[in-house]
């Protein structure tokens, strides 16, 4: 067995990745001091986990002071820093206060940033975390129409949420919510965007704490920066999503278009472009009419230019890498993340990577896929902990269970949803089935059965199916006698693979 390499345990990152990561390090070495950096002034820690099923996980996350990690755990020293430069030929960090830190093994876990369209239009916001997410709903308390662009996530949950404000949505695909949903299901949840909503707004649950000094009018730029951590679950709640007008909602949505340009008040006023539209409801009635002026324009490549007090890139994250660790030879993924193997190892010796900023590269299991979500962070933050630890030991380790299905439950439109395994048939080419059932306003569920076997699943609503179905795919029974019976409402399906 090789001596272990001078230097502490380093990890890079205040989120649920880094965060859990450090936990972990400081349970499998008490008595070594892990030290973790990190450019928030908070950090993120998972409080009330819950194992719902065998790989369904329930969890809050509370921002907290570093302090409370560092009571928990008295061998985590928290470096409230940000990292300027990684030299890994010399096992070290160095931070933004010059501060040297020799590493013997290092964690890097700093998360992603949003991939923003027309990047420093000083009118385009992107969410990311508390800061972002302020910024978002003062400039909101403004508005009278805005627009949001992206089908994923962040769009899916700020088209149900605002209030008081017209939305025009513009997405690439032909229905809602891409990332997650196939048609049938954005049909479903489209229903509720029409309705009223419930006056059930959920009291703000979380103690949470800012970065103070960034205020900003829309106009100065406002886009989300790459120091704190993502937001999660709930971090709309407590916010209050509400525009200048007294509506509740008013979503109009742009199907497959992008945007061509984006236009400042004034260059629009000199431009030729004067034919604006205006944007219709789902009874096809104009929501508005009148011609005024708007801050900013946009152009969609279907031609139509729709003018509004401000743009949400909800586009995407890109994986924090520059520039704090330029001039490092890494192997990075196409979606510019470091590429990690099945022990969560970069390619270079003694970098680990965990959560957003990695990009999985082992060959997955055949009902797993990465998709950059918290319970991923923490799931990938867990095990590379464990990881470090058996290199430093000599001990082997095994991948762990969490990876082998997809699982993850959200809240869309005010449903309860879980997707699992290939819940989308990502990558079963077109020998796969679908199998559904639907009530509407109640819920809708999907299963994709590929050679008998149940691959996936997407459960909208209370269905109380998600451990039955978490079974079914994990144990891979062959389902072909059961037929539609696996969908019926009137068999209690649990009773039937006791
Ligand atoms: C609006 C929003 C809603 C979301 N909702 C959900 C949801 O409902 N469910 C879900 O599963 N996921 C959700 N996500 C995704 C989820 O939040 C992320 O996948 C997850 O938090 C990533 O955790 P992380 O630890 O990898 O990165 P982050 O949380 O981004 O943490 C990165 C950390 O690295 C630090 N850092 C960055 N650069 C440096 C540097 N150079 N030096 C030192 N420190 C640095 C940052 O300060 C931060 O502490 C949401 C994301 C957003 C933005
Ligand atoms: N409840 C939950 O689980 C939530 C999770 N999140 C997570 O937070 C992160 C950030 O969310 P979000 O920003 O919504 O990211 P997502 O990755 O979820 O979605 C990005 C969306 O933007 C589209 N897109 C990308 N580039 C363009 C472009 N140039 N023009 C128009 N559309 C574009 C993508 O389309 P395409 O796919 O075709 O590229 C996709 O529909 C994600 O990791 C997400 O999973 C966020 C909110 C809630």
């Known amino acids: ?105 290092l964690c890097l876990c700093a998360g992603a940033k949003p991939k923003l369209i027309y990047e ?64 049938g299901a954005a049909e479903f949840l489209t229903s509720k965007l029409i309705a ?17 000094g960034k205020k900003k009018e829309a106009g100065t730029k406002v886009n989300a920066g790459n120091i704190g951590s993502a937001l999660g679950p709930d971090w709309h709640e407590g916010l209050n999503l509400k525009g200048t007008k007294e509506f509740s909602h008013k979503v109009h949505i742009e199907t497959m278009c992008e945007v061509k340009n984006v236009y400042l008040q004034q260059e629009f006023r000199l431009s030729k472009k004067k034919s604006l539209t205006f944007p219709r ?13 708007w801050p900013v324009y ?54 680990y990577a965990a959560g957003d900023i990695c990009t999985a590269s082992w060959q997955p299991s055949p009902l797993w896929q990465q998709m950059r979500l918290w319970t991923q962070a923490r799931q990938m933050g867990w095990y590379a902990a464990k990881c470090m630890a058996a290199a430093t030991l000599g001990d082997s380790v095994d991948m762990d269970f969490s990876f082998e299905l997809f699982a993850h439950v959200t809240k869309f439109f005010n449903y309860k949803v879980v997707l699992l395994g290939k819940y989308n048939a990502q990558n079963l080419g077109s020998d796969h089935e679908l199998m559904l059932r639907c009530t509407k306003g109640q819920e809708y569920i999907k299963v994709v059965m590929q050679d008998g076997r149940m691959m996936g699943a997407v459960l909208i609503g209370e269905t109380n199916l998600e451990e039955t179905f978490e079974n079914l795919i994990l144990n891979q029974m062959n389902l072909s006698s059961y037929g539609e019976d696996l969908l019926d409402p009137n068999i209690d399906i649990e009773d039937y693979f006791d």
């Open 298 to 351: 946009v152009e969609l490549t279907n031609e139509k230019i729709y003018g509004c007090d401000f743009i949400v890139s909800a586009t995407g994250v890109t994986p924090n890498i520059e520039p704090f660790l330029c001039g490092n030879n890494f192997e990075v993924g196409e979606d510019g993340g470091l590429k990690v193997d099945d022990h969560m190892h970069t390619s270079l010796p003694d970098i």
């Open 196 to 212: 009223e909503k419930p006056e059930t707004k959920i009291a703000h649950k979380r103690t949470r704490y800012t970065t103070e």
């Open 281 to 293: 409801d789902y009874h096809n009635q104009p929501v508005t009419t009148d011609e005024e002026l």
């Open 1 to 105: 067995m090789e001596a272990p390499a001078a230097g502490k345990f380093v990890v890079v990152g205040g989120g649920i990745a880094g965060v859990t990561c450090a936990e972990q390090l400081a349970i499998h070495f008490p008595s070594e001091e892990i030290l973790l950096v990190t450019a928030s002034p908070v950090i993120k820690a998972v409080t009330n986990f819950k194992q719902v099923s065998k790989v369904l996980e329930e969890f809050d996350v509370e921002e907290q002071p570093s302090t409370m990690l560092e009571n928990r755990f008295p061998n985590i020293k928290v470096i409230e820093c940000g990292v300027k430069q990684l030299k890994s030929e010399e096992h070290c960090v160095l931070t933004e206060d010059g501060i040297q830190l020799v590493y013997k093994k």
């Open 120 to 183: 420093g239009n000083p009118y385009v916001l992107g969410i990311r975390d508390t800061d972002s997410a302020q910024e978002f709903q003062k400039q909101l308390t403004k508005a009278k129409r805005i627009m949001i662009i992206g089908n994923g996530g962040i769009a899916l949950e700020l088209a149900y949420e605002i209030e008081g404000c017209e939305v025009i949505w513009a997405i690439k695909d032909k229905a809602i919510g891409n990332t997650f949903f196939d048609a």
